[in-house]
């Protein structure tokens, strides 16, 4: 047998598993912790092409977690999105990206996405959540949504989890998994104006950018994220819809709710794709 760089992914897979992965054409929207792991595991796994969404660049304070950032980067304040598809580059020269260094409320990125027939979400707040969870149901994308959570109190950890929530063709959704927060979803999405008046008039949430965050939990939910991906495009088996994973106690539960009957968004109650309207997500300007 002659050797390539795939060799003992064929031993797994078969060339034909192979020729699948390297076909398969995704998005990853949010080049954060988990993002760039995503990104990185992707590109050795030879995916072929990729859209890369996020408009943030660089601070110091994710040199503890961003994969192939550099001081240099931060310094500089590379865009998160030039640093993953150097990352893919270095990796696979062959592979397809398509940056794109805006919000994900763009045109650009919403028309990128529709096309897209993979998309990993690895956003952290419930609003972007919210507008990938719709687009995905719209368009019956496969939506994977990767997020963790570290909660301290006082001197205590009380929470070191992270969970994968998968939705196909309008079978699942964040809001069927109880994991998205639709108050907070429609308070972040709202224009800064509303948002600031809420506030002043007691009706705010509060703001939850600067949480606590770990690279290994991002590791091993970007992992069970690319796994799940894996198995999916292999044919080896039915994806799961929802994985958490449990980091004070070391395991991983598979959740096995249904749908709910009533469910607003993979209900398609919204609509399909332009019936969805999910351009009105757009932000003036940009
Ligand atoms: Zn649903």
């Not at 398509?98 to 979400?121: H, M, T, V, W, Y």
């Not at 949480?211 to 796994?227: D, E, H």
């Amino acid at each position: 047998m002659e050797f390539n760089r795939y060799s003992r992914q064929i031993l797994a897979f078969g060339q034909e598993g192979q020729n699948k992965i390297e076909s398969a054409n995704v998005a990853v929207v949010g080049l954060g912790g988990i993002g760039s792991q995503i990104v990185q595991a992707l590109a050795h796994l030879g995916v072929g092409s990729f859209v890369l969404i996020d408009d943030d660049f660089v601070d110091i304070s994710n040199l503890n977690r961003l994969i192939g950032a550099t001081s240099q980067d931060a310094e500089e304040k590379t865009l998160k999105t030039v640093v993953s598809e150097r990352q893919i580059r270095n990796i696979n020269p062959k592979a397809k990206v398509q940056p794109i260094l805006k919000n994900l409320r763009s045109a650009d990125a919403i028309k990128a996405l529709i096309e897209c027939p993979i998309i990993f979400g690895c956003v952290d707040h419930d609003g972007p959540r919210l507008v990938l969870m719709e687009l995905a149901s719209a368009y019956k994308r496969i939506l994977i949504d990767s997020a963790t959570e570290i909660i301290p109190e006082g001197d205590k950890i009380t929470s070191f989890d992270g969970r994968v929530v998968i939705s196909r063709d309008g079978d699942y959704c964040l809001d069927c998994a109880q994991q998205i927060d639709m108050d907070r979803a429609k308070w972040e999405l709202e224009s800064p104006e509303t948002r600031e008046s809420r506030r002043a008039h007691g009706y705010g949430l509060p703001d939850i950018t600067n949480a606590p965050a770990v690279i290994s939990l991002n590791g091993v939910i970007a992992n069970l994220a690319v796994t799940e991906f894996l198995v999916l495009v292999t044919g080896l088996r039915e994806p799961n819809h929802h994985l958490t994973y449990y980091g004070l106690r070391g395991n991983v539960n598979i959740r096995i709710n249904k749908r709910k009957d009533d469910c607003f968004t993979c209900g398609y109650l919204y609509g399909q794709c332009e019936g969805a309207n999910i351009f009105r997500y757009i932000l003036p300007g940009i």
